[in-house]
């Protein structure tokens, strides 16, 4: 039984086993989330994203998979980087953010991770509607099938958390 949990801030002040990192397919660093977790984490993440790029991913992450790496100096063990789908006003790119949450605790699974940190992946720089974002999110996470017991959704304003609330339809802590 996973507990979804909600948390207002800056995810990289989370504790969990694994922390989701909302990344781009370079994997080599970017804005918002992936910005705060290079720079707090410090440059052991990069290191092994640029071992990744150099082997398995020498594309790049494809959008809607995942990937762990090691968390560096976040209080985690891992970070797992996902690669959200830009919104599109014209294309209906929800099964891949969807497959966003499915990926990340797939990999949350393999690794053994019980507590995973969720940034609103694909609502900042990539442009989703936070309401549908939130609802693709926990639909996604309540359909899972995972051994993670704590999903906690860490959203970095208010607006992003009522959003999240108003989906989950009860209160919760912050
Ligand atoms: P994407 O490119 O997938 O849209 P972003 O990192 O730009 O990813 O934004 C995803 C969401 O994370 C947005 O709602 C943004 O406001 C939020 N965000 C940005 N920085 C942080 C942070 N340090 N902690 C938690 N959420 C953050």
Redesign the pocket.
């Known amino acids: 039984m996973t507990t979804i949990t909600l948390a207002q801030?800056?995810?990289?002040r989370q504790s969990a086993d694994a922390i989701v990192n909302?990344a781009?397919s370079s994997l080599l660093g970017?804005?918002?989330?992936?910005g705060?977790i290079h720079r707090r984490g410090g440059p052991a993440i990069l290191e092994e994203c640029r071992k990744l790029r150099a082997s398995e991913y020498g594309g790049g992450l494809p959008t809607g998979r995942a990937v762990a790496t090691t968390a560096g100096d976040l209080d985690a063990r891992w970070v797992i980087h996902t690669v959200?789908p830009v919104w599109s006003p014209g294309e209906d790119r929800s099964e891949l953010l969807a497959s966003c949450y499915r990926a990340s605790l797939g990999v949350a699974d393999a690794l053994g991770a019980r507590t995973v940190a969720f940034?609103?992946?694909?609502?900042?720089?990539?442009?989703?509607p936070?309401d549908d974002g939130a609802r693709i999110a926990v639909e996604t996470v309540r359909a899972a099938r995972t051994s993670v017991e704590e999903v906690r959704f860490?959203?970095?304003?208010e607006r992003?958390h009522e959003a999240f609330v108003r989906r989950l339809g009860r209160p919760h802590a912050r």
Do not use: E, K, R
């Open positions: 801030g800056d995810i990289t909302a781009n970017g804005g918002g989330v992936d705060a959200g940034p609103a992946i694909s609502t900042g720089v990539y442009g989703w936070m860490v959203l970095f304003d992003a």
